[in-house]
């Protein structure tokens, strides 16, 4: 991310891993699909609508955006963890609020690689990478959040399907997405090791139906939803993995990339912050003097440099450690909840050196600030974080 004068925010030079040529080419082909297709007039008319355009789904799959990390056997662009990376840099840069893709391509796709049986994979993954299939996740319930063994919604054998009771909330591209990972326990007197996850086709389950698209203090273009399953019947062979009772398992293995995913946004939302604060404290004026002449002005924004630099290091050393397999829940649970805190603390003085400017709603620092505190809460609030980081002590 760089200033208007075109120097870079943070002074951290790029990983080689991430500077190879061919993801720089496709870097640059991502920034023109969002500057073609969510210029900031269609990313407002999603936060008004409350959701994103399903025609946007397509054309992000007709330019092979969806199912990056997904074989090309399948479809998929047959990528790495540093296409989401980079995906994910984008959105942030671009300021496309609410497009629920990274979840889409780095949370949902993934469980159907790493666990679905070969007929699953053939069946959904090529839907999933032309835009034919939106994806969600759906664990929280009314009564469960981080703690996913307290789902209470059940799915019940019955002869050749599985039947779905329960409800869940705050579902992400839960108005769109018409390809659901259902968490749910097959074996309620097993605790963990009855969880299970069903992929819901929802076009095709009687007894799905979608609540309301929920109002939220930010990110109004993400249609957040409601979820019921009432009596819902899905085919068994629509169990992941085909084995009941690996649900809990599937997770746990997943969420360290979930919890990664967050801090790599987290990043992008400070250093974009960064940018509209410098190029902001140049031009404005008080008594006289910019306001970046003003100590406060320099001593605050020197803090909030170094913390970043610290923190994108981190990152970087973690998206590395990633893609050698040796990222644990442990550091996972450290980038989250560290990175998404100082999101929060940097977005927060950055609106403070827009002064009043900076609580109206037509400035992007306004909207940062909404959209980025829910980061503190998803994926596992924090506190729950630093009670899986004390468990190592």
């Not at 063994?149 to 019940?156: D, E, H, L, Y």
């Not at 399907?161 to 097959?186: E, M, P």
């Not at 790599?264 to 404290?281: N, P, S």
């Amino acid at each position: 991310m760089r200033d208007g004068a075109d120097r870079p925010v943070l002074d951290v030079e790029r990983p080689a891993f991430l500077a190879e040529e061919d993801l720089n080419i496709f870097a640059a082909a991502v920034d023109r699909f969002f500057d073609e297709h969510a210029p900031p007039e269609t990313v407002a008319r999603w936060r008004e609508n409350g959701i994103v355009d399903r025609e946007m789904w397509l054309r992000a799959g007709e330019a092979g955006l969806l199912g990056l990390s997904v074989p090309e056997a399948y479809g998929g662009a047959g990528g790495d963890y540093r296409h989401e990376v980079i995906l994910m840099e984008a959105l942030a840069a671009k300021g496309v609020d609410g497009f629920g893709i990274s979840l889409h391509n780095a949370i949902v796709a993934p469980y159907i690689v790493h666990y679905g049986t070969p007929e699953q994979k053939d069946r959904w993954l090529p839907g999933i990478c032309t835009g034919q299939y939106v994806t969600a996740i759906a664990m929280t319930e009314p009564g469960a959040g981080s703690d996913l063994q307290g789902v209470r919604t059940v799915a019940r054998k019955d002869g050749g399907d599985y039947v779905i009771s329960g409800q869940k909330t705050f579902i992400t591209n839960g108005q769109t997405a018409n390809l659901i990972c259902v968490v749910a326990k097959t074996d309620p007197s097993q605790g963990a090791r009855g969880v299970s996850l069903i992929v819901v086709e929802t076009e095709k389950t009687p007894g799905f139906s979608r609540g309301r698209n929920l109002h939220k203090l930010g990110l109004e273009a993400q249609d957040t939803s409601e979820l019921f399953f009432d009596e819902a019947r899905v085919p068994a062979e629509n169990l992941l993995g085909g084995d009941e009772g690996q649900g809990f398992f599937q997770l746990m293995n997943q969420l360290p990339q979930e919890r990664l995913n967050i801090a790599v946004q987290g990043m992008g939302a400070i250093e974009r912050a960064l940018a509209l604060t410098i190029d902001h404290v140049k031009q404005r004026e008080a008594f006289g003097k910019r306001l970046i002449d003003f100590q406060n002005t320099q001593f605050k924004l020197a803090e909030c440099k170094t913390e970043a630099t610290v923190a994108k290091v981190f990152v970087y050393w973690l998206i590395e450690q990633h893609l050698q397999g040796k990222l644990d829940a442990t550091k996972a649970s450290m980038a989250k909840y560290w990175v998404s805190d100082l999101e929060n603390k940097i977005i927060d003085e950055c609106l403070q050196l827009f002064g009043g400017w900076g609580y109206m709603d037509e400035y992007p620092i306004s909207r940062m600030y909404r959209d980025s505190r829910v980061q503190r809460i998803y994926g596992g609030a924090n506190e729950i974080m630093k009670v899986l980081i004390a468990r190592t002590l």
